[in-house]
Nanobody, 121 residues
Framework: QVQLVESGGGLVQPGGSLRLSCAASGSGFSINAMDWYRQAPGKQRELVAGITNGGRANYADSVKGRFAISRTNAKDTVYLQMNSLKPEDTAVYYC???????????????WGKGTLVTVSS
């Protein structure tokens, strides 16, 4: 079955950087609109960044100027570049978005299983 797979999480010191990736498993799918969410223990999941089908990027105020979302021209991978990381950025990060099956043009929404980002000295 089709899955979205996140990678790139880990432990980083405050002020450091990480780049998260989100890609569809298998072949024959392209990524249209895609969002990055995060959730810390005891807190609700929040939207941190998104990219539209046309490539327009949006950011939560808390990460604006520090994070950047991008998508490959082939629309096979979405990235979240995270700079100047703060302890409050610590969370499990999830990608969520629409995958297009190229053969049929069917569109379905998927969630990744998440990747943990820990910002600590």
């Amino acid at each position: 079955q089709v899955q979205l797979v996140e990678s790139g999480g880990g432990l980083v010191q405050p002020g450091g950087s990480l780049r998260l990736s989100c890609a569809a498993s298998g072949s024959g799918f392209s990524i249209n609109a895609m969002d990055w969410y995060r959730q810390a223990p005891g807190k609700q999941r929040e939207l941190v960044a998104g990219i539209t089908n046309g490539g327009r990027a949006n950011y939560a105020d808390s990460v604006k100027g520090r994070f950047a979302i991008s998508r490959t021209n082939a629309k096979d991978t979405v990235y979240l570049q995270m700079n100047s990381l703060k302890p409050e950025d610590t969370a499990v990060y999830y990608c969520n978005g629409d995958l297009v099956e190229k053969a049929t043009m069917l569109i379905m929404n998927y969630w990744g299983k998440g990747t943990l980002v820990t910002v600590s000295s």
